[in-house]
Each structure stands twice: as structure tokens, then as C-alpha cells.
């Protein structure tokens, strides 16, 4: 039982270029969420899903996108990367019904 | 404006000593609140969550309060180890949309030294 995992651990990415941010759970949790997490701020939610199928945006969803074809994987694509985009990426998953929250290790993205 | 505010920003006790974070809060609808452990270079672990009703919850040596009056928390850390040192998130969690939004605090970096 791995729970949530996380891929790459760490990317340097040039202004522009694309890469998608991989996360698999074997939890089978429904709701699947990314989160972004910047030095003396909260973590803040880009998207979630709620099921296979249904995603939604959060809080900061510019520049990035979601699909969910399956219960166990959650992508997180980034288009044209923005030097903004430089951030601890968190993907994160909990039952509808449940509560407790669970995350993976993060990716550290750096866009020069 | 939901809103959840940690202090202090950081801290720094020495083994084996007591510690209090704080968390005030201005989050309605209101559904729960919890406080996780991260880890340095780590996803954030939870330590308890509490509902409206429940005014004190313990996880071991961590014991979290709640007055929703006040709407304030407070994580007591009591016996201190090294391996305590870590970030502390208070988030708070609203009802919206029928899914619970989680409004995070920016945390307390606590310090555990020998």
C-alpha cells in the first residue's frame, strides 16, 4: 500500500515549455486533489475531482489542467511554464465521506 | 474573507520543553479544523481534526484545542523531541458548493533543539 505517489520529485523547466505532474493512489479514495505551496503562504488548492471524470477548478487554476480517466491517477499538466509557476506541488486524496486528508511528497518544479 | 492565521511564525524551544501555536480563524460557513505535521521536504500529515462540538482532541503528545466562540485553536506540544521539528498547518474547513474547502494557514516552524 504505497498511498499517494508522487512524479518527478524534482524538475527545472525553461520559460514555455510544457511537463505534466504525475499522482497515483491506491487508496481508492474519490476526491483527488493539487494543491501549490509557496514559502509564507498556505497551501492553496489549483484543482480537484470527485470522481472519475469530474474535475474542478480551485483557487489558482490559471495555467494548469486536469483530467481524471481513472479513480487511481490525478495529472497535472502545465502548458507554457511561467517562472510564477516556480512552487512545492502537492497532490492530495481523501474519501467523499472522510475527512483525514492524505498527501504525497510533493514535487519541487523551478522554472527558470 | 476566509482566513486562517498562524502565530508565531516560528519557534524555538529546547528538548523536552512545552509549546503552544496558535490559530485564529474567520472562516464561516464552518465545518471542522484541523492541524497537520510537515515535515520538512514532506506532504503535511494529519494530527487531529475537531468538529464545532469538540473543544479538545489528543494525538499522543499533541493536544489541540478549540473554542469556536473565539474562533481560535491551539496546538500544546508537551515533552518536546527533536523529532517535533517541523512545519505546524492549522486549516480550516468550510462547507461550499456541498464539498468541504479547506482554508490553510501558513504555519508555525517550530524547532526542537538538544
Known amino acids: 500500500n504505497a498511498g499517494v505517489t508522487q512524479t518527478p520529485k524534482f524538475q527545472v523547466l525553461k520559460t514555455g515549455q510544457s511537463m505534466t505532474l504525475q499522482c497515483a493512489q491506491d487508496m481508492n479514495h474519490e476526491y483527488m486533489s493539487w494543491y501549490r505551496q509557496d514559502p509564507g503562504m498556505g497551501l492553496r488548492l489549483i484543482h480537484y475531482s470527485v470522481g472519475a471524470g469530474i474535475t474542478d477548478q480551485g483557487e489558482v487554476p490559471n495555467g494548469y489542467n486536469v483530467s481524471r480517466s481513472t479513480t487511481e491517477d490525478f495529472p497535472l499538466r502545465l502548458l507554457s511554464a511561467a517562472p510564477s509557476q516556480t512552487s512545492v506541488y502537492f497532490c492530495a486524496t481523501r474519501g467523499l465521506a472522510g475527512e483525514t486528508q492524505y498527501f504525497g511528497p510533493g514535487t519541487r518544479l523551478l522554472v527558470l | 474573507k476566509n482566513q486562517v492565521e498562524q502565530s508565531p511564525q516560528s519557534l524555538i524551544i529546547l528538548e523536552g520543553k512545552n509549546c503552544t501555536l496558535q490559530c485564529n480563524y474567520t472562516v464561516s460557513p464552518f465545518s471542522n479544523l484541523r492541524w497537520y505535521k510537515q515535515d520538512t521536504g514532506r506532504g503535511p500529515v494529519s494530527l487531529t481534526i475537531?468538529?464545532?462540538?469538540?473543544n479538545t482532541k489528543s494525538n499522543g503528545r499533541y493536544t489541540a484545542t478549540l473554542d469556536a466562540d473565539t474562533k481560535q485553536s491551539s496546538l500544546h506540544i508537551t515533552a518536546s523531541q527533536l523529532s517535533d521539528s517541523a512545519s505546524y498547518i492549522c486549516v480550516v474547513s468550510l462547507v461550499s458548493g456541498g464539498y468541504n474547502k479547506l482554508i490553510f494557514g501558513a504555519g508555525t516552524r517550530l524547532a526542537v533543539h538538544p
Open positions: 475537531m468538529t464545532f462540538s469538540e
